[in-house]
Every structure is written in C-alpha cells, then in structure tokens.
C-alpha cells in the first residue's frame, strides 16, 4: 500500500502562485493609463476579435491578460452582475469597487480551492469619474488581490520594465494623442531588442468623460487610431 504524498499547504500556494505568474507572463501587455478627458486601455493584440479591453456597464471599462476563455468567464460575469445590480437598483449603484470586490471574491476562492488550477489571468477594472481626481484603476491578480493603482497600471509580460517607462515619462493632464503615444514607448519597451507597434498591432479603446450619453466606451480603430498615433488629431472627436 502506497503512503499518500503529503505537500505543506505553504509550499502548494507558492506552486500555485508560480503556476498562474507563469501564464500571465506569457501573455502580451495591457496598459490601462489616465489622460485629460478620460481613461485609456491600450493593449498589445494582433487579433481583430479575441479582444483583450472591452466595456462592462456606463461607465466602467474591464482589460485582461493570461488566458482568453478564463478571462473572458469573468468579463461575462461582471457583465451580468452590472446588470442585474442596475436593474434591482439603480444604475448609480454600478460601482468600479462594487465589480472589483466581486471579481476578487471569486478569484480569491478559486486559487485557495484545491480542486482546481487558479485562474491564469490579471484584470483591471476601471471606472470614469466626474473628474480625473475620482476615477478609478483597480487591478486584481490571479489570487484575488486588489490593488487601488494612481495614474496608470500594467499587466502581462514585463510589466515591470513598462511600467518603468510609465514613471519616468506620466504626467498628469495628457491629451489622448500623447497619452496613446506613451503607452505605445512603453509597450515598445518590452523587451530586449527594439520593435514599432503599428495599428495592426495594438487593440485601443477609451472613457470618454466628454461623452454626453450615458455609456462612455468606445473603440479607437483605424485611421483615427494611426492619427493619434502620429500626433495629428489631438483635439478632435474619436
């Protein structure tokens, strides 16, 4: 008779935890960065359908990393919990906060579950605010945890080194055209030889706060995406 293989609950965290950083790594980047008038996802993603940054409710953006059809259980998730909450309440009552502690619930049960593998993905859930002062970047991890991010956050590949270029070159109050192109230097930046991410490369999309209508998402693609990346449509409507 075999003796059962005991692991320290320690030990099988970690391996875990090592398990879900290592598929997320393998994913490309997503930057999720405050400009002027509005929140912007920029993600690296040569794919026209399997997006990687989409709309949850009015207000309220959602980008992932690691893998798509994980990710993509809990986009449909968070949808559905939007809803239903706005339709019982209100639609006000749809926070960035409210989604972010209900993704971190559900992610938090799933990795400390020994039944199944972690969720190999990060997530950002960001919300526009009136003012620049209160929007809202959460970022959650594989595990469950929730980190309340000021300006910009990163996700997926060498999330380290971009977000280095982010510090050194953010700041406050950024047009749309300059906040695209910095995120773009910073994906560029991702890794050891140099590259030029063109259209094709990159998946956009943005809250707009200047947005009369309630829903504020919307995609930037194409030839408006190649003028922002060239500097030459700053001030004008996506």
Known sequence: MSMPFYVAPEQQMKDRADYARKGIARGRSVIVIDYADGILFVAENRSQALHKVSEIYDRIGFAAVGRYNEFENLRIAGIRHADFRGYSYDRSDVTGRALANAYAQLLGTIFSSGG???????????????????????????????????????????????????????????????????????????????????????????????????????????????????????????
Do not use: C, N, W
């Open 116 to 238: 199944e593998k972690p969720y190999e993905v990060e997530l950002i859930v960001a919300e526009l605010g009136e003012t620049p002062e209160t929007d809202q970047i959460y970022r959650l991890t594989y595990d469950g945890s929730v980190q309340d991010e000021d300006h910009y956050a990163v996700m997926g590949g060498s999330a380290d080194a971009i977000a280095q270029t982010l510090e050194e070159q953010y700041a406050t109050g950024l047009g749309l055209a300059a906040a695209v192109q910095l995120a773009v230097r910073a994906l560029e930046s991702d890794g050891a030889e140099p590259r030029q991410l063109g259209v094709g490369s990159l998946e956009v999309a943005i809250l707009d706060r200047r947005r009369t209508q309630p829903r504020k998402f919307r995609r930037i693609v194409g030839p408006r995406l190649a003028e922002l990346l060239a500097g030459s449509a700053e001030g004008t409507q996506p």
